[in-house]
């Protein structure tokens, strides 16, 4: 996409490449899109991970109950699943292999990779660029409304995660959603406890737990350590009025 783009640049102000129609302004908007992105927070990245403290058959039984709530096979209405375990667990790549499942079946929708020692991934300041890049390649009728929204706001990075949120998922997801058109809703977090700064985590989880909110049919899987400060944020949801069952269902330790 990145050398399309390129390539595009040199043509007229609209013009059809492969098949896809770009003007300057969605052009634009997706070069400040490509450059708010962190690509080593994909899932595909190529992340080195260290090998998993569990037996392998715990791996099949954590990834078919992973399965299970996606696909609605149990009975359980939660929007998030928090996969928990110490660390060297193998988290990561469970969460990896399941993303690898998850998009073979057309059923990803976008990743995020934390790593507190990646600078451009320790933080949360990408991860909404990262996600909306992510929708613009599994559902490509989301492109001119993300590019169109960023060149209409430039500065829309710099603005609350909420709004990011808001104006490049949630609502480009709502108006695909009343033109009728399909797309994944599965999103996986990998690796929370690795973004260093506590009070941003508190601020992604919130932006999280309300977006199950809306009409958007929106599920998250997230792991991480289950360090204090993170069980304490999880279940401050179900103290505000929040049924546990809905937000929230914790996979368990395994090593």
């Known amino acids: 996409?990145?050398?399309?783009?390129a390539k595009a640049r040199h043509l007229s102000t609209c013009s059809t490449v492969l098949g896809l129609t770009f003007d300057q302004s969605m052009l634009a908007g997706f070069e400040t899109l490509t450059k708010a992105t962190a690509p080593s927070a994909f899932y595909d990245y190529g992340h080195q991970f260290d090998v998993p403290r569990y037996h392998e058959n715990t791996q099949v039984a954590v990834l078919?109950?992973?399965?299970?709530?996606?696909?609605?096979?149990?009975?359980?209405k939660a929007f998030i699943m928090w996969l928990y375990g110490a660390a060297g667990a193998g988290k990561s790549a469970i969460a990896r292999t399941m993303?690898?499942?998850l998009h073979s079946r057309q059923q990803l929708l976008a990743t995020f990779f934390f790593s507190r020692a990646d600078f451009s991934r320790n933080h949360i300041k990408?991860?909404?660029?990262?996600?909306?890049?992510?929708?613009?390649?599994?559902?490509p009728e989301s492109y001119h409304i993300i590019t169109t929204t960023i060149e209409k706001d430039p500065h829309i990075f710099h603005r609350p995660p909420a709004h990011?949120?808001?104006?490049?998922?949630?609502?480009?997801?709502?108006?695909?959603?009343l033109q009728g058109v399909a797309?994944?809703?599965?999103?996986?977090?990998?690796?929370?406890?690795?973004?260093?700064?506590?009070?941003?985590?508190?601020?992604l989880l919130h932006v999280f737990a309300k977006a199950t909110g809306h009409s958007v049919p929106l599920k998250f899987l997230i792991t991480?350590?289950?360090?204090v400060p993170i069980v304490t944020i999880f279940f401050s949801f179900c103290s505000k009025?929040?049924?546990k069952k809905k937000l929230l269902h914790g996979v368990g330790k395994f090593f």
Not at 1 to 5: N, T
Not at 185 to 199: A, F, K, M, P, Q
Not at 224 to 227: I, T
């Open 1 to 5: 996409m990145d050398r399309l783009l």
């Open 64 to 76: 078919e109950k992973i399965d299970d709530w996606v696909n609605l096979i149990i009975e359980i």
């Open 99 to 101: 993303a690898e499942k």
């Open 126 to 139: 990408s991860v909404i660029a990262t996600l909306a890049y992510n929708i613009t390649l599994s559902v």
């Open 164 to 177: 990011q949120f808001e104006h490049l998922i949630l609502g480009p997801l709502r108006q695909l959603s």
């Open 183 to 203: 797309y994944p809703t599965i999103i996986v977090i990998d690796g929370l406890d690795e973004c260093l700064n506590h009070e941003e985590r508190t601020i």
């Open 224 to 227: 991480s350590r289950p360090e």
């Open 241 to 243: 009025g929040v049924p």
